[in-house]
């Protein structure tokens, strides 16, 4: 931890960097000097061995110090220039070449002592194709060659080099303002490098050990300031006094009575680990999770029910504004013969439209609200909140969770994930809160044939819905969205519609909904789809989570190899939620091989779970249990499954920690590195 005042000092103040690059360096996060101490290398290339030239191996890459004696430019074509520097050693000569490099002949002069490393090639000449180079320096200061290298990663713009020569100036500068976080005696018990040590091995090891050790003390710490964190929440929670809602059960029982089903097992039992809760004067802090389909939302529509019958106000907060519009349509529709009638709260209302909403809301007349973030602005105020559920957690950070808590005093809360995550792995997560899980899906749910077919098959899928249509089911055909380009996504989704309408099925009711349509509209297309008026509903992936249309049996996605795994299965979701037989159209032809491989996961399984692992295994953990889904604050080295070990040490310590009390002065430090590693990240 550097002190306040450099943590924000201007990089400008650094040997190579000029606004253009500081902005350059802006776009790899790198802001402050704190920014670059915890970036932590990519991996290490081992320059360590200078090697005599005799005992070079061809194809291999060696690292090799010697004498510059001729310098000359070559081409031999067009397009084609070769820097061809003879070096010398012990009576030893070897030619290194630089592929069109030619503006280095400046720097390389006849009687200069050079490190090269690069791959040794004996096929023509005895030469190596140098990927660095750096200056002999005679005290031995070398950063880029004669050691373990750092490798980061760059940018266009950036490269790896011009990162550790940055790194290396800071070092210099700045390490020994490090301050240590974790006191002495656990430093010793844990035998743990010093911060400092740790930082500077990271970056420029002087030996493998020492990297290792570096490495352990960094996942050391910030997964002890992770658990912190977590259990400090956790701990407030416990200290605090919550609302003890209503044991009365009419309202409550009422839904259930209502709705076309009963509830599964698996569904009854976290509805009565939620009703405890409730009941109880703690602030319920929950995680439901259950897989697509697992039906949430009447776990969901039962909570706020019985808040809203003890008379608290209950508000549900979704990640985007479709998921939020299809929340509030049918929760409406659930909560009707209730007497219950939610209001919708989004970024897209008109000034008068908002501010009687929120008049109503400040005055307690609005019992239900169902929103986007819109929901945790200033303005918005609650007369009595009693309990907050947010839906698909894992795309708002704790701050905003603790911010929509915060608009009531002490309300429940319970958030809602499709997200699987083993137990264990959940239970370290969410440390702060209690887990409820669906692991049963609804009787009848036969499950979703998937098939990858690539382009030219189409008319295949063409035959499959006309006859599902034919049958009274409905049809959804998803396209993909390009980042870059909303706008081309659009035209993309819109086109298809076209062609579809025109070319292909004119005797069918083709509807389109995408994300730059207006709510009515949306509403509309959404009220049409229920009721079976359309047959095919093109959009764009805003129909991603949580769109609930039991009739619909076909989801087409075009260009699949565009989506992820987990996007894919909530996709998939979509379709399956009644008892017909539904199929699952992944239209794409894959060019990479991780386009494959995701391509053969989807039709080899339905589980979540499984899915989640391939997942991992294609991408890697970093991904996926990146921290950022769990709205965590992100994790700069600590690998959550790697480093799970680690993380058990740092969860154990924490506790011990806080039992002693964060608020003693030996943990000063560490308490505000938590802090800042905690509350002023945020993630959404
Ligand atoms: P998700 O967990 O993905 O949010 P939903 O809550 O949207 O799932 O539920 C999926 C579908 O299953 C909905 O059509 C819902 O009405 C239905 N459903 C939920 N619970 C049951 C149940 N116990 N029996 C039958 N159908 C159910
Ligand atoms: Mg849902």
Same mark, same amino acid.
């Given at each position: 931890m550097l002190n306040g005042e450099q943590k924000t000092r201007d990089i400008l103040s650094l040997p190579g960097i000029g606004k253009k690059r500081q902005?350059?360096?802006?776009?790899?996060?790198?802001?402050?000097?704190?920014?670059?101490?915890?970036?932590?290398?990519?991996?290490?290339?081992?320059?360590?061995?200078?090697?005599?030239?005799?005992?070079?191996?061809?194809?291999?890459?060696?690292?090799?110090?010697?004498?510059?004696?001729?310098?000359?430019?070559?081409?031999?074509?067009?397009?084609?220039?070769?820097?061809?520097?003879?070096?010398?050693?012990?009576?030893?000569?070897?030619?290194?070449?630089?592929?069109?490099?030619?503006?280095?002949?400046?720097?390389?002069?006849?009687?200069?002592?050079?490190?090269?490393?690069?791959?040794?090639?004996?096929?023509?000449?005895?030469?190596?194709?140098?990927?660095?180079?750096?200056?002999?320096?005679?005290?031995?200061?070398?950063?880029?060659?004669a050691r373990i290298v750092p490798v980061y990663s760059g940018s266009e713009q950036i490269s790896s080099k011009f990162l550790r020569d940055v790194i290396y100036n800071i070092l210099e500068k700045y390490l020994l303002n490090v301050t240590e976080t974790i006191p002495e005696e656990i430093i010793n018990k844990y035998d743990l490098l010093k911060l400092e040590e740790a930082i500077k091995e990271i970056h420029f090891p002087s030996n493998w050990q020492l990297l290792k050790r570096a490495r352990y003390r960094l996942v050391f710490e910030e997964l002890l300031l992770l658990q912190l964190g977590i259990k400090n929440l956790k701990k407030q929670l416990i200290n605090m006094v919550g609302i003890s809602h209503t044991k009365e059960k009419k309202l409550t029982d009422s839904l259930l009575n209502s709705i076309p089903f009963s509830l599964t097992q698996a569904q009854v039992r976290v509805v009565s680990e939620i009703g405890k809760d409730m009941e109880e004067e703690i602030v319920m802090s929950r995680l439901v999770q259950g897989d697509v389909g697992s039906g949430k939302t009447i776990i969901a529509a039962w909570s706020l029910v019985k808040a809203l019958a003890g008379g608290y106000q209950g508000a549900l907060m979704a990640p985007t504004e479709i998921l939020a519009e299809q929340h509030y349509l049918s929760l409406k529709e659930m909560l009707k013969p209730l007497g219950i009638d939610p209001v919708l709260l989004t970024g897209s209302l008109t000034l008068s439209e908002k501010r009687k909403k929120l008049y109503h809301i400040l005055q307690g007349d609005i019992k239900l609200v169902i929103g986007t973030h819109a929901l945790i602005q200033d303005e918005v105020i609650f007369r009595n909140l009693g309990l907050v559920v947010i839906d698909e957690q894992h795309r708002f950070g704790v701050k905003q969770r603790l911010a929509l808590q915060e608009k009531g005093l002490n309300p429940d809360v319970l958030v809602m994930t499709a997200t699987p995550i083993p137990r264990s792995l959940a239970l370290t997560l969410y440390g702060d809160m209690d887990l409820s899980v669906i692991d049963e899906l609804p009787p009848g749910r036969q499950p979703v044939k998937t098939y990858h077919i690539m382009e030219n098959m189409r008319q295949k899928v063409y035959n499959l819905i006309n006859r599902e249509i034919k049958n009274g089911q409905q049809v959804y055909i998803v396209c993909p969205l390009i980042e870059e380009s909303e706008k081309l996504d659009l035209e993309d989704a819109l086109r298809l519609?076209?062609?579809?309408?025109?070319?292909?099925?004119?005797?069918?009711?083709?509807?389109?909904?995408?994300? !730059?349509?207006?709510? *009515?509209?949306?509403?509309?297309?959404?009220?049409? +789809?229920?009721?079976? &008026? #359309? %047959?095919? /509903? $093109?959009?764009?992936?805003?129909?991603?989570?949580?769109?609930?249309?039991?009739?619909?049996?076909?989801?087409?996605?075009?260009?699949?190899?565009?989506?992820?795994?987990?996007?894919?299965?909530?996709?998939?979701?979509?379709?399956?939620?009644?008892?017909?037989?539904?199929?699952?159209?992944?239209?794409?032809?894959?060019?990479?091989?991780?386009?494959?491989?995701?391509?053969?996961?989807?039709?080899?399984?339905?589980?979540?779970?499984?899915?989640?692992?391939?997942?991992?295994?294609? !991408?890697?953990?970093? *991904?996926?249990?990146?921290?950022?889904?769990?709205? +965590?604050?992100?994790? &700069? #080295? %600590?690998? /959550? $499954?790697?480093?799970?070990?680690?993380?058990?040490?740092?969860?154990?310590?924490?506790?011990?920690?806080?039992?002693?009390?964060?608020?003693?002065?030996?943990?000063?430090?560490?308490?505000?590195?938590?802090?800042?590693?905690?509350?002023?990240?945020?993630?959404?």
């Open positions: 902005e350059d360096l802006a776009k790899l996060g790198l802001k402050s000097i704190e920014d670059f101490l915890s970036y932590i290398p990519r991996r290490y290339e081992d320059r360590s061995q200078l090697k005599p030239f005799s005992q070079l191996i061809n194809g291999n890459v060696e690292t090799i110090l010697g004498t510059i004696s001729k310098v000359e430019i070559l081409r031999p074509k067009k397009y084609v220039s070769i820097l061809k520097v003879i070096l010398h050693n012990n009576s030893q000569s070897i030619a290194a070449v630089w592929f069109n490099q030619t503006f280095l002949k400046n720097k390389l002069k006849p009687g200069m002592q050079v490190i090269v490393t690069g791959k040794v090639d004996f096929r023509y000449e005895k030469q190596i194709v140098v990927s660095d180079y750096e200056a002999y320096d005679p005290d031995g200061k070398q950063l880029h060659t519609a076209e062609n579809l309408k025109t070319n292909i099925f004119p005797q069918f009711e083709i509807g389109i909904l995408h994300g !730059r349509m207006g709510l *009515e509209e949306k509403e509309q297309v959404m009220a049409r +789809l229920r009721t079976g &008026k #359309i %047959a095919i /509903l $093109v959009t764009t992936t805003v129909i991603e989570v949580g769109v609930n249309v039991p009739n619909a049996t076909v989801i087409v996605v075009e260009n699949a190899e565009r989506f992820g795994l987990a996007q894919l299965h909530q996709l998939r979701g979509r379709v399956g939620r009644g008892d017909k037989q539904a199929y699952c159209i992944l239209i794409s032809d894959p060019k990479t091989e991780e386009g494959k491989a995701r391509m053969e996961v989807m039709t080899q399984s339905g589980d979540g779970f499984y899915i989640a692992e391939q997942d991992l295994k294609i !991408r890697g953990p970093g *991904e996926i249990f990146g921290t950022r889904q769990h709205g +965590l604050p992100d994790l &700069k #080295i %600590a690998d /959550l $499954v790697e480093d799970r070990l680690i993380l058990e040490e740092a969860k154990n310590l924490a506790e011990q920690i806080l039992n002693e009390g964060l608020d003693i002065p030996k943990y000063q430090k560490l308490k505000e590195a938590m802090q800042i590693k905690f509350y002023k990240h945020s993630s959404s």
